[in-house]
């Protein structure tokens, strides 16, 4: 009768549970260098320093004063759905700051960030503030 309240009834689901964590979480990590990486080359040509990239928190901090609003306006990604359009928001003008379209910043910028700031960090595009107010 206790076996049947466990949630795993051998050791081999467990192994095979610990197996697929272990397997989600290098894939985890290969992300997370690949955007830190990405992020450092699109922080360098908006004139941030690269380095701000590592730190979790504010990397956002810092694209959102790329995007030119104020670094403060980024705990607007601390509430629930606004965080959502917020990211949005951002990604477009980010993508608007180093000369690229709506299209670009909402599936590369915003979809598949990793990819999208890959592409600015090591394109030959420039970072322009006066394009994200125009």
Known sequence: MLSDMTPFTSIT???DVTALQTTYGIIG?????ITVVALWKVFTKAGYPGWLAIIPIVN???LVKIAGFSAWLGLLYLIPIVNL????IVSLRVGKG???GAGFSIFLLWLFSF?????LGFGS???DKARIAA
Do not use: E, M
């Open 13 to 15: 689901q467990q192994a």
């Open 85 to 88: 359009i917020f990211h949005i």
């Open 125 to 127: 595009d420039t970072y």
């Open 29 to 33: 990590l290969i992300v997370y260098i």
């Open 98 to 100: 180093f000369g690229k």
């Open 60 to 62: 956002l901090f810092i």
């Open 115 to 119: 990819i999208g700031y890959l592409i």
